[in-house]
């Protein structure tokens, strides 16, 4: 008898679920949540990398705006004199810029798989076959019943290529996921889907493929950004919910004919995709924290497939059958960790008796908002390395995430009152317990890694952090931005951010898309200076103190 009672017991421990992680509004972060779910460390490793196959290839098979995979693939590898090709061609203006595959995954700002490990990536992959790796991080084939359709994941936006160095939850710095539908929108009413299933020789399936991604298409709201490398995800499920019925389901019903106004479709909202090293440390989401409860990745799967003109009851059954994947991913996400410098530049690049100085400008100034770094030199210095050194050993951030008004471009969250209402009255938010209060201001972000987020801002209008460190009214009004390819060329290591005047690469200054202009709507570098950095307008750090607070910073 004693035998099957100890059997029962190991069962039941094998059997036992593990608390879900609280995700209330009056939950308070009392400790990094680096392991969400407190999965045992045998677990934990395994649930983190499987998570990380999720955020590279999405997971939600429910989606319904899939492109045929194989005809998309018959089309680029056609012959370029081929007359259907040049029929398509000129049909089809979304793709008519690009002769293959693989200049239509750049465009749209997809990093290919590493060739190689990479021992500066501080998360790394999960085993994955050549066949997975085929296609670009974020690129997605979806096997569902009429065949194999394409979309696109999270690491099409929160993965980056950092000097060669493929590193999951940094910002893709060049997302067009958002134009990418603005094109498809323009063009899928005049698709035929016989023309297309004759001209490509595309199977049944793969014709009622496109009619059911034609069909949701017509219930999704596109809007282009402003400026390469923001997103306009917010303005996206605003006017996709617009076209919607006002029932809890958001029904797709006859709406999507005279939507509702919103003035999203108007006004400038535009954001940077979020780096995931962050969420660990915070209660609420966003870079407003607008989000005040609920799991940030169920939220984002939600606005996902708003934006991509999903049925809310298929994706409800969804995510109810799949609460195992969407653990793996959030755990994931809160494993994420940030690059260090020296990683890429060497320790010896940081001047440690600089950046120490640098501690204490810091401390006067940024801590408050931004949190305690506590740092290797401050304790038994003499018996560690330079690297140990320069660790970050402790961060200490707000039990409560703040948000806070510094004076910095006030779109992106005043955008969120346009659809904060939208979202709370939907079933599948409250079956979430997702929230949202739009707030006025913006979370003062921890600064973990806060090297390799340039360009700065929610709206990426400071190029660097010595641009940052200035007064607003003398900050520069344009810039360029280019990709951070080469270490030595493409990263001002001064300035923690893009080279400006004469270090500008001339091949960036060939490309208009890399401009960056702070006099366009929602793109304004202003704030963030007084009573921080400023006292009553005068300037309170010498250049070299500024100086030392950069280097400080480039430890974090």
Not at 94 to 110: A, D, H, N, R, T
Not at 435 to 442: A, D, M, T
Not at 500 to 512: D, L, Q, R, T, Y
């Amino acid at each position: 008898m004693g035998k099957h009672v100890f059997k029962l017991f190991l069962l039941t421990l094998s059997l036992t679920v593990w608390a879900d992680a609280d995700w209330s509004r009056d939950f308070e972060v009392t400790t990094i949540r680096e392991n969400i779910y407190n999965f045992p460390p045998s677990e934990f490793e395994a649930r983190v990398l499987d998570g990380r196959k999720l955020a590279l290839f999405y997971p939600v098979t429910s989606t319904e705006l899939l492109i045929p995979y194989q005809p998309m693939k018959n089309f680029f590898n056609s012959p370029q004199n081929d007359p259907v090709r040049k029929l398509l061609f000129s049909m089809a203006r979304i793709v008519s810029p690009f002769k293959s595959m693989k200049e239509l995954y750049q465009w749209l700002g997809l990093h290919d798989f590493p060739k190689s490990a990479q021992f500066e990536n501080p998360n790394p992959w999960p085993d994955l076959s050549q066949e997975e790796q085929s296609n670009p991080m974020g690129a997605t084939v979806i096997n569902d019943e009429n065949g194999e359709g394409m979309t696109f994941g999270c690491a099409a936006c929160h993965s980056s290529n950092l000097f060669g160095v493929k590193v999951l939850g940094l910002t893709n710095r060049f997302p067009r996921a958002n134009e990418f539908f603005a094109e498809g929108k323009a063009v899928a009413p005049y698709v035929n889907s016989f023309l297309f299933r004759n001209l490509l020789k595309s199977t049944e399936g793969e014709r009622l493929m496109l009619v059911k991604s034609k069909q949701a298409m017509d219930y999704v709201g596109t809007k282009k950004p402003m400026t390469l490398g923001l997103d306009t995800s917010l303005a996206q499920v605003a006017l996709s919910l617009s076209k919607r019925e006002l029932d809890p389901y958001a029904t797709r019903g006859n709406s999507f004919h005279h939507p509702r106004p919103n003035k999203l479709g108007k006004m400038v909202a535009d954001s940077k995709p979020a780096v995931w090293w962050n969420v660990k440390y915070k209660n609420r989401w966003l870079s407003d924290g607008s989000i005040v409860s609920g799991n940030p990745v169920h939220t984002n799967f939600l606005w996902n497939e708003i934006g991509r003109g999903a049925d809310l009851p298929k994706l409800e059954k969804w995510l109810k059958e799949n609460n195992r994947q969407i653990e793996n991913l959030t755990a994931a996400v809160f494993a994420t960790r940030a690059p260090r410098y020296e990683d890429f530049f060497g320790a010896e690049a940081i001047n440690i008796e600089k950046a120490k100085r640098g501690q204490a400008h810091f401390v006067v100034s940024c801590q408050k908002c931004h949190g305690v770094y506590e740092k290797g030199w401050e304790q038994n210095a003499q018996n560690k390395s330079v690297r140990e050194q320069l660790q970050t050993v402790k961060v200490t951030y707000h039990s409560k995430t703040p948000v806070r008004e510094v004076g910095t471009d006030p779109g992106r969250y005043l955008g969120m009152f346009e659809f904060a209402a939208d979202l709370n009255r939907l079933a599948i938010s409250k079956s979430m317990k997702t929230l949202v209060e739009p707030q006025r201001g913006y979370v003062p972000p921890p600064l973990v890694g806060i090297w390799s987020r340039w360009p700065y801002f929610h709206n990426n209008s400071v190029p660097n952090l010595c641009a940052l460190l200035t007064k607003s009214s003398n900050r520069p009004k344009t810039y360029i931005a280019g990709p951070a390819l080469n270490r030595q060329t493409d990263y001002d290591q001064d300035c923690a951010g893009y080279p400006m005047g004469a270090k500008v690469p001339e091949s960036w200054k060939k490309n208009p898309d890399y401009a960056y202009d702070t006099k366009l709507e929602g793109l304004s570098n202003q704030g963030h200076d007084e009573k921080i950095f400023l006292n009553n307008g005068v300037e309170i750090y010498s250049a070299e103190q500024k100086r030392e607070l950069i280097e400080f910073l480039k430890t974090l």
